[in-house]
């Protein structure tokens, strides 16, 4: 079995830990003893409790945060949070800054614009493309808010340090880097992520949010778009999707203590990153599409000398069990997602191939 399993580099829904998915399957007809499968139990039983919690006191553990933070599992995806954000903590009159890297904080921006919110678009960096992450960028003073995506997955760039807001809030989408590397989680209001990318599979995203954003949420809102719903009933209002919420503490559970936090998975990460890169520029048949400064280390977006021949490589690397390097639909190109679960020996087999190819039609 494990043989026939691919070098996938696919953005989302992406590769889980090896490890993670036969622990799935070893426990997938009997969970934890109790005769049913994950897929079978209660969302109100014990055994479910303690899956939740676990996966909670995990996030919490992982990120650092402390007891002003609570983490929520919602539905929607991270494309649900772009219309709840605004829906939640911007009310009318008051204004919030959002940053404009491409694709994702684009539909972020649009969404709170349909409410008829009132937001400012700061900084952006359309102009070339959205090849860069703007620098000192300029916060209003009475922002409510300032959101910002801080890994963009279809263009490869990636906020290295995050901006000083001068103590507003930040809000991030976080869906293609979250785990990925430490950071001080201070200066953020609320952290969003789609689990697909990085930490488990589709169905699920993960909200964290802090007590004073909390109580900024309208009383007259619809019960499954407030987020007092949910950070009042342990995300449980309603039934949650238990089997996403599952893998996620699998792989939370992986990251502790088989990889041993984020500052060693943060290492790898940037050790994998650096060898694609240091591929890209140490020749000019491969060529790296965000600047240097903005380079992203999950998402790898690169260029071949024309279109053909990124046809061709895409093609010959399927044939030889490279997954999911055709980059968006929306960008063409070349991307390799290279989050969490993707290993070192998975990066070094794709520079072997990559080189092999450069060598054939270079
Ligand atoms: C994939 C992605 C989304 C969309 O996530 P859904 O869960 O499909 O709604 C949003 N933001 C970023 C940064 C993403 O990578």
Same mark, same amino acid.
């Given at each position: 079995? =494990? ?13 889980? +830990? ?20 994950? @897929? ?23 990120? =650092? ?29 008051? @204004? ?6 491409? @694709? ?86 609320? *952290? ?29 809102? +619809? ?15 309603? @039934?949650?999707?238990?089997?996403? *919420? ?18 060693? *998975? ?84 794709? *520079? ?11």
């Amino acid at each position: 079995m =494990k043989e026939n399993r691919i070098y996938n580099f696919n953005a989302g829904p992406a590769a889980l +830990p090896l490890s993670v998915l036969e622990e799935v399957k070893e426990s997938f007809l009997n969970f934890a003893g109790s005769g049913m499968s994950i @897929t079978e139990i209660s969302h109100r039983s014990k055994l479910f409790d303690e899956v939740i919690n676990d996966a909670v006191l995990r996030t919490k553990r992982l990120l =650092k945060l402390d007891d002003r933070y609570q983490v929520l599992f919602l539905q929607g995806g991270a494309s649900l949070q772009f219309t709840m954000i605004p829906m939640n903590l911007l009310p009318d009159g008051k @204004t919030a800054d959002y940053v404009d890297t491409g @694709t994702w904080s684009s539909k972020a921006i649009k969404e709170a614009q349909i409410l008829g919110k009132n937001i400012k678009v700061v900084a952006s960096s359309k102009d070339k493309n959205y090849s860069y992450i703007p620098g000192n960028v300029k916060f209003n003073s009475d922002a409510v808010y300032v959101h910002i995506t801080s890994n963009n997955t279809i263009k490869g760039t990636q906020w290295a340090s995050f901006p000083d807001t001068k103590g507003i809030p930040l809000v991030a989408d976080m869906s293609s880097d979250i785990m990925s590397r430490t950071f001080d989680p201070k200066p953020f209001g609320l *952290i969003y992520a789609g689990a697909q990318k990085n930490i488990g599979p589709a169905g699920v995203c993960m909200v964290i949010i802090r007590e004073d954003l909390l109580k900024m949420v309208p009383e007259n809102l +619809p019960s499954m778009l407030k987020y007092t719903t949910f950070s009042s009933s342990n995300s449980l209002y309603n @039934t949650p999707p238990c089997f996403s *919420i599952y893998v996620i503490q699998l792989v939370l559970k992986w990251l502790e203590e088989t990889i041993g936090g984020l500052d060693k *998975i943060e290492e790898i990460n940037k050790e994998k990153a650096r060898l694609l890169y240091e591929t890209f520029d140490s020749g000019n048949f491969y060529k790296g599409t965000a600047e240097k400064g903005s380079r992203s280390l999950m998402n790898v977006t690169f260029r071949l000398p024309n279109e053909e021949l990124e046809g061709k490589f895409i093609q010959e690397a399927t044939k030889n069990g490279f997954g999911g390097l055709k980059g968006h639909r929306s960008v063409g190109g070349c991307r390799a997602s290279i989050y969490n679960a993707t290993t070192i020996d998975a990066i070094r087999a794709l *520079i072997g191939f990559m080189k092999e190819f450069e060598k054939k039609n270079g």
